[in-house]
């Protein structure tokens, strides 16, 4: 692994201006309930040379009241641990400002409103604070204390297969090395945005990687900067290109929370609307984003048909009969707040030939909104496809329009549209593309079209 402290220094300060939320437990006062701990500099000087891991349970039964967990927790014949059920293991990543993360006790409530098990949230705050070089240096002993937990619950009848790992950024490559230390057979890994930045160039025993578990799922949302841009499980979700998110600033001017973990946050955000299970977020296999964006990629053939969804359901939903996968780019576009669905359609536009280069505005309206959709025409070319994220389902599609935005002089005055076909994919159910042939767009008069449809049950 190779490190660059000038960047490392950087990332420090930007996050130290960031400042924390509340922590997992705010509503009980309660001795009897556990929290996870919280570090300050001076504390952390202290602690340094100890990583004091602690674990904290969480059930249906003790939603709003995490209970510390440990080896001796499971001989109490009180323990809420249940051996028959399986085991999310939470892991957070770095901890800048040695603060509590405010998202732990949200996807706890998820895991659970979305399957009976056991919650264990893994608590490394002492060693995943401050520096981010030394925590880089930790987080394998913290997999290492992590793997003698996982052995005891072992020895107390709990399967290998029974136990999936979420992981946050960094805390994805300490579950994968969980997973190194038990040969690939804990069940599953789920990493959320992979931590990018000290690993990509990691050989694979270093970081998160397909041979880790039985199943390992990612979904990556800043690739570019706190992410890893490369896959790293059987299926790796890339969220609208897996780098810049929908709603997050672009500009430093912006809050620090936008401009610095925004994108990087998202993966967890969409995750999590995922375990709620409102709409569907499945993925289409591809191998550039910039291919998806031309309509390359429609369906999921190599999956017998079936796409990969992000969420808890076995090998994300790929049927049993394909083989599984490895490091297999699925894309997805999303929306820009929950329940981040969108669906996928696919506009294709025919001309003929142009003498000049022009460029058309597309907008689909539904009943309540537009979204619009530019495309720049060339001269050698007369078929064009482009894929838009819409919020709506192209049945609930009442118009479109097309608007020749060709501004200089020396554009094309006039478009013969031999057609325009917009529809969705992956399909749900055999409809039709809707298309329209034959038409003029001239400059300054927009070109529109209603759809007559329904949305219904065929
Ligand atoms: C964590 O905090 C709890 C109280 O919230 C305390 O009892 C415990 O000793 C702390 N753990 C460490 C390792 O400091
Ligand atoms: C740490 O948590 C305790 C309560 O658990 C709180 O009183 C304290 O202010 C927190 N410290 C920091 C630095 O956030
Ligand atoms: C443990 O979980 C199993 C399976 O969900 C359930 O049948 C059993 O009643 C649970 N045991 C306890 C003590 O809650
Ligand atoms: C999930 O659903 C719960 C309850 O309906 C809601 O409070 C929470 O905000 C939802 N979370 C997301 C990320 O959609």
Known sequence: MSSGGGTVLLWVLLLLVWSPAEGLDES????????????????????????????????????????????????????????????????????????????????????????????????????????YNLVVENYKEVALQISVLINQLQKHGCRLESFH????????????????????????????????????????????????????????????????????????????????????????????YGYVICDHMRALHVYMSALNGSCPLVGIPCSTYEDFLKGTCVDCDVFKGTCPAIGLSKNSGILDSSPIPQ????????????????????????????????????????????????????????????????????CEISSITLKNTGAWFSRQGQIHVRSVCVSEFPSVRTEDPLCVNNFIVRRGAPWSHDFVQVCGVF
């Open 165 to 256: 790992f979420i992981g946050v950024s960094l805390g994805a490559h300490v579950a994968g090395f969980v997973g190194t230390l038990f040969e690939g057979k804990i069940g599953r890994i789920t990493g959320l945005d992979p931590a990018g930045p000290m690993f990509k160039g990691a050989d694979t025993f270093d970081r998160l990687d397909p041979s880790d578990a039985q199943f390992v799922d990612a979904i990556h949302t800043d690739s570019d900067y706190f992410g890893i841009s490369i896959p790293v499980g059987h299926v790796d979700f890339f969220l609208n290109g897996g780098k810049d998110q929908t709603g997050c600033a672009r500009s430093r001017f912006a809050s620090m």
């Open 327 to 394: 490091e297999q780019k699925v894309f997805l576009l999303t929306t820009s707040s929950p329940p981040f669905c969108a669906h996928h359609i696919l506009l294709q536009l025919e001309v003929s030939p142009l003498d000049k280069r022009a460029e058309v505005e597309v907008t689909l309206r539904t009943e309540n909104l537009g979204t619009e959709q530019r495309l720049r025409l060339q001269t050698d070319a007369t078929v064009y496809r482009t894929v838009l994220a819409h919020p709506a389902a192209l």
């Open 28 to 131: 009980h006062e309660d001795d009897e309930c556990a929290d996870l701990n919280n570090t300050t500099w001076t504390e952390y000087r202290q602690h340094r040379a100890k990583l004091q891991v602690q674990y904290l349970l969480l059930t249906r039964r003790t939603l709003d009241c995490a209970q510390k967990f440990n080896l001796e927790s499971l001989t109490k014949h009180n323990s809420d641990f249940n051996i028959s059920r399986p085991t999310k293991v939470i892991v957070h990543g770095y901890r800048a400002l040695g603060s509590k993360p405010s998202w732990v006790k949200e996807l706890g409530r998820a895991l659970l409103r979305a399957q009976d098990a056991n919650v264990v949230v893994v608590d490394w705050v002492y060693g995943a604070s401050f520096a």
